[in-house]
Every structure is written in C-alpha cells, then in structure tokens.
C-alpha cells in the first residue's frame, strides 16, 4: 500500500484532535480566572473536572487510531498489533462513556436548577457516542482476528 493513502484520516485525527487540547487549555484559564457561580460551584466542578479526566481517554484512542493508520501504511493491517490497537481504543472509549455516565447525574442537577430538561440529552450525546465507537472498534477488532486466523491457515497450507 501506498504510503501516504491514509494521510486524509491523520490529518482527520490531528483536527479533531488540535481543537480540544485548545479548548482544554484555554477553559482551564478561563475557569481560573472566572470562577462559577456561587450557587452552582459545587455542581459545576465535578463536571468540569469530569471533562477534564476524559480527555486522558480521548487522547489514547487518538494516539491508538493514529499507530493503527500507521500500522495500514507499513502494511500491517493484518497483524496482532493492530488487533491491540482496536483492542484500546476500544476500552478507551468505554473509559469515555464511564466517566461521562458519572458526570451525567451533576448534568442532571443543573439542568433541574436550571429548568432546562434538554441538558439531559445533550449530556447523554457523549455517552452514546463512545458507546458507538466501542461497539464499532469491537467488531472490527473480531472480524481482524478472525482475518488473521484464516490468513495464518492459509499461509500454513500453502
């Protein structure tokens, strides 16, 4: 394989990526210079904090899926290594989803002072999602095994 042929999805990893160090980095500044309202700094924090510590997450599976495009360039797509790939991102995300089901009781507090029920479900967003990214990197993760395997089967008969 060519070796830039999946130069489209780094340069995709890399802009997903670029915005939400910059929104991490600048938030932090902004949180502390800016304190939050007094009335809601006990329920906000644990969110903040929570959004902070799932970047720890996202950022393992972005260093997973870049080695992966790495490893489709070396021609290595059909190896153990790329299964282990799949295999983090995979917890990785479940990692995401697990931190944000925790949050997901403080969005519920705010959007309850807040009278806003839509919070809910955009606070849900983050959990289904990765969820979906689980779901998707464990099946393609079964579906290489079983490529690796059919492919050792056919390098041993021929």
Same mark, same amino acid.
Request: glycine share 2%; no cysteine; net charge positive.
């Given at each position: 394989?060519?070796r830039g042929?999946?130069l489209?999805l780094k340069?995709?990893l890399v802009?997903?990526?670029?915005?939400?160090?910059?929104?991490?980095?600048?938030?932090?500044?902004?949180l502390?210079?800016?304190?939050a309202?007094?009335d809601?700094d006990?329920?906000?924090?644990?969110i903040?904090?929570?959004?902070?510590?799932?970047?720890i997450p996202?950022?393992?599976a972005i260093?997973q899926?870049?080695?992966?495009l790495?490893y489709?360039?070396?021609?290595?797509?059909?190896?153990?290594?790329?299964?282990?790939a799949?295999?983090?991102?995979?917890y990785?995300?479940?990692m995401? =989803?697990?931190i944000?089901v925790?949050?997901?009781?403080f969005v519920?507090?705010?959007?309850e002072l807040?009278?806003a029920?839509g919070?809910?479900?955009?606070?849900g967003i983050?959990?289904?999602? =990765?969820l979906v990214i689980a779901?998707?990197?464990a099946v393609?993760?079964?579906?290489?095994?079983?490529?690796?395997?059919?492919?050792s089967e056919?390098?041993l008969?021929?």
């Open positions: 394989m060519k042929s999946t489209f340069l995709a802009i997903i990526a670029v915005p939400v160090l910059a929104l991490a980095i600048t938030g932090a500044i902004y502390i210079n800016h304190p309202n007094p809601y006990q329920i906000l924090y644990p903040v904090i929570g959004m902070y510590v799932s970047t996202f950022y393992m260093y899926a870049f080695k992966l790495n489709i360039d070396r021609n290595k797509a059909f190896s153990q290594v790329s299964v282990a799949l295999t983090k991102i995979k990785s995300s479940i995401f =989803s697990a944000y925790v949050i997901l009781p519920y507090m705010v959007a807040d009278d029920p919070l809910i479900i955009i606070g983050p959990v289904f999602a =990765s779901v998707f990197a393609l993760q079964r579906l290489l095994q079983e490529a690796i395997h059919i492919k056919n390098d008969t021929v």
